[in-house]
């Protein structure tokens, strides 16, 4: 069967916890198919099986060997996504260059080399912050042990126990609310994308950049739009980054030199040396509009799609 043997409901048990429970165990084999062919999608851009969702009782895989090899080791690990994607990033299928020629979704794809593709939204994010903000992996969610603890009622709870949480709930709001006032820069709370809400709001930088509003699976968007360019060019995370105190202004001040502080600024944002030619450009802008120069070089850099696209 699709889903393996049907449960038993177990005493005390409820229907969700029973059908939770019998669509993600190890005896469903078509669970473990499709998280590993998900996550092979999100580290090489396209899937064994792809589309992802949809995968039937007659779907080939593009490579059954493959196939069969991430599912066993989804299995394995007891579905650790951490440890599943560290395996497939230690490949050298990943480590290769990605492929520019383009692809044909009726065709199938035999993994010379990742798919060059667009960051996601949440990638852009997490890129900007650790080029604004030192140890971003620091700024973690508030802890919000107290409040659920507050609303942990069972049925049976007396009079004065439901005003002791009445009189909690407050306080531990409160508490998480100063907590995420210390994260924040003009009302935007800088955490990685993993630690804020999901869905954000509408206006915020990663709704604008693609992120799902999560209404069906899958539903982000790596496609380009004018508010994302504006969201660079006037965003409070872009002008964050250009202010004193700022991890990409602090290597770029410290530096001696034009030429080191240029070379500084590729290195952040593209990850190689500029050419000779980049190089000219550069200084040429750095010299003449003198210390916004660099804020320029910058923000052309974080603008070109080297720095927007997985290589």
């Known amino acids: 069967m699709i889903f393996g043997e049907t449960p038993k409901l177990e005493p005390g048990?409820?229907?969700?916890?029973?059908?939770?429970?019998?669509?993600?165990?190890?005896?469903?084999?078509?669970?473990?198919?499709?998280?590993?062919?998900?996550?092979?999608?999100?580290?090489?851009?396209?899937?064994?099986?792809?589309?992802?969702?949809?995968?039937?009782?007659?779907?080939?895989?593009?490579?059954?060997?493959?196939?069969?090899?991430?599912?066993?080791?989804?299995?394995?690990?007891?579905?650790?996504?951490?440890?599943?994607?560290?395996?497939?990033?230690h490949t050298r299928t990943y480590q290769r260059q990605v492929t520019y020629a383009g692809y044909d979704p009726a065709e199938p794809y035999y993994f010379p080399g990742p798919v060059l593709r667009r960051m996601t939204a949440e990638q852009v994010w997490d890129s900007l912050l650790k080029l604004s903000i030192k140890s971003p992996e620091a700024f973690l969610r508030p802890d919000d042990s107290e409040y659920i603890a507050a609303l942990d009622l069972d049925g049976d709870a007396s009079k004065d126990e439901i005003l002791a949480v009445l009189k909690k709930v407050?306080?531990?709001?409160?508490?998480?609310?100063?907590?995420?006032?210390?994260q924040r820069y003009q009302n935007v709370t800088l955490r990685r994308a993993s630690e804020l809400q999901q869905p954000l709001p509408a206006a915020h930088f990663l709704r604008q950049f693609g992120q799902s509003d999560r209404e069906i699976i899958s539903e982000g968007s790596t496609e380009g739009t004018v508010p994302q360019l504006l969201a660079l060019f006037n965003g409070p995370i872009t002008h964050m980054m250009l202010e004193a105190g700022s991890v990409i202004y602090t290597e770029v001040d410290q530096a001696a030199g034009i030429t080191n502080r240029v070379r500084i600024i590729f290195l952040s944002i593209l990850g190689r040396m500029p050419t000779s030619d980049e190089m000219s450009v550069a200084s040429s802008e750095i010299r003449e509009s003198k210390a916004a120069g660099y804020g320029n070089v910058i923000w052309a850099l974080l603008n070109t799609r080297e720095f927007l696209f997985i290589q």
């Open 13 to 89: 048990q409820s229907r969700r916890e029973a059908f939770a429970l019998w669509l993600t165990s190890k005896d469903n084999p078509r669970f473990a198919l499709t998280i590993a062919n998900r996550m092979w999608k999100r580290a090489m851009g396209v899937g064994v099986i792809d589309p992802v969702d949809e995968i039937t009782d007659d779907t080939e895989p593009s490579n059954p060997e493959l196939m069969d090899f991430l599912v066993s080791e989804m299995i394995r690990l007891d579905f650790n996504l951490k440890e599943f994607m560290r395996i497939i990033f």
């Open 170 to 182: 407050p306080e531990a709001q409160t508490a998480m609310n100063q907590e995420e006032r210390t």
